[in-house]
């Protein structure tokens, strides 16, 4: 999955993301990636919109459920 974003990222394209928040609600997401990086063991992305995400919290991507 991580390719997919980062190829995302470079082309420029908008993404679709589900995310689940800290709070286990499930947010819809359509923003450019603006920087995959990692921090304190944990990798992010960050959009073009500013928000911050957390990996391991994204559930699916364009359409693909992530595992």
């Known amino acids: 999955m991580h390719d ?3 190829e995302t990222s470079v082309r420029g394209t908008i993404a679709h993301f589900l995310i689940r928040n ?3 609600v499930e947010q819809e997401i359509q923003d450019r990636i603006q920087d995959i990086y990692a921090r304190d063991g944990v990798e992010y992305m960050k959009t073009a919109g500013g928000l911050e995400i957390r ?3 994204l559930t699916a991507f364009n359409g693909e459920v992530v595992t």
């Open 4 to 6: 997919k974003l980062e």
């Open 22 to 24: 800290g709070e286990g």
């Open 55 to 57: 990996l391991d919290r």
